[in-house]
């Protein structure tokens, strides 16, 4: 398997942990994925970033190459492929050169919520360490909340679960990512038997405050 490069929208942006996770990557740029937008869905006090499909909307991202080893520790922190799947991308370049490469994704099913302080810390020191327009971030942020908050009062009894769906296959985002509505049905119930990853609580990323797999 030889190097590839690599999509970061999230945690990953941030280059202290990625010099600690995968030793081996080298930034290659910063750009946009278009079409999509940034949000924070998982739990209700833990959320992780991810990105979904939506008309009119940008995403700044940084691109890495990565080298196998770095894969197969994303793939560990990720919780891949039971809770992250993979998807190749278009990415813009700042430069003006176009590329194709791997980006994780959560199930788009998964409920809007509010990222932990140390998450969202990271995340925009990532911004910060690329040059991106935390604004963006911002704006994910007020759009998440707003979403989660008018989850909440319509329904009330809504529990909203921390494990993540097992079930997503590629060909089912395929499908969803065609139907894609990002009004669908809140009260949806998702489950997960999966057995949870051990954390590494020597990692200078973890924190106690509830993040177990902490989004790109």
Same mark, same amino acid.
């Given at each position: 398997? &030889?190097?590839r490069?690599?999509v970061a929208?999230g945690s990953?942006?941030?280059?202290? @942990?990625?010099a600690?996770? !995968?030793?081996?990557?080298? *930034?290659?740029? $910063?750009?946009?994925i278009? +079409?999509?937008?940034?949000q924070?869905? %998982? &739990?209700?006090?833990?959320a992780?970033?991810t990105?979904? /499909?939506?008309? %009119?909307?940008s995403v700044?991202v940084?691109v890495?190459?990565? @080298? /196998?080893?770095d894969e197969?520790? *994303?793939?560990? =922190?990720? %919780?891949y492929? &039971?809770?992250?799947?993979?998807?190749?991308?278009a990415? @813009? *370049?700042?430069?003006g050169?176009e590329?194709?490469? #791997?980006? =994780?994704?959560?199930?788009l099913?998964m409920n809007?919520?509010?990222?932990?302080?140390?998450y969202y810390?990271t995340?925009? @020191? %990532?911004?910060m360490d !690329?040059?991106?327009?935390?604004?963006?971030l911002?704006e994910?942020?007020?759009?998440?909340?707003?979403?989660?908050y $008018?989850?909440?009062?319509?329904?009330?009894s809504?529990?909203?679960?921390?494990n993540f /769906?097992?079930? $997503?296959?590629?060909?089912e985002y395929?499908?969803?990512e065609?139907?894609?509505?990002e009004?669908y049905?809140?009260e949806?119930? #998702? !489950? !997960?038997?999966?057995?949870?990853?051990? *954390?590494?609580e &020597? +990692? /200078?990323?973890?924190?106690s +405050?509830g #993040?177990q797999?902490?989004?790109m």
């Amino acid at each position: 398997m &030889s190097k590839r490069l690599y999509v970061a929208y999230g945690s990953n942006l941030n280059v202290s @942990q990625m010099a600690y996770r !995968c030793p081996t990557a080298k *930034l290659y740029g $910063t750009g946009v994925i278009e +079409d999509y937008a940034l949000q924070f869905k %998982g &739990s209700s006090e833990s959320a992780f970033a991810t990105i979904a /499909p939506k008309n %009119g909307s940008s995403v700044p991202v940084a691109v890495w190459e990565i @080298q /196998p080893g770095d894969e197969k520790s *994303l793939d560990r =922190y990720e %919780g891949y492929p &039971s809770h992250y799947f993979k998807k190749n991308v278009a990415v @813009q *370049l700042d430069n003006g050169q176009e590329v194709n490469a #791997m980006v =994780y994704i959560m199930n788009l099913k998964m409920n809007f919520g509010m990222p932990s302080t140390h998450y969202y810390r990271t995340v925009h @020191q %990532g911004y910060m360490d !690329c040059g991106l327009d935390t604004d963006v971030l911002a704006e994910a942020l007020k759009d998440s909340a707003q979403k989660f908050y $008018t989850s909440a009062v319509r329904f009330p009894s809504y529990q909203i679960r921390m494990n993540f /769906p097992s079930n $997503t296959s590629h060909d089912e985002y395929e499908s969803e990512e065609e139907d894609y509505d990002e009004d669908y049905d809140e009260e949806e119930e #998702m !489950c !997960c038997d999966d057995e949870e990853e051990e *954390l590494d609580e &020597s +990692d /200078p990323f973890y924190s106690s +405050d509830g #993040m177990q797999w902490r989004g790109m």
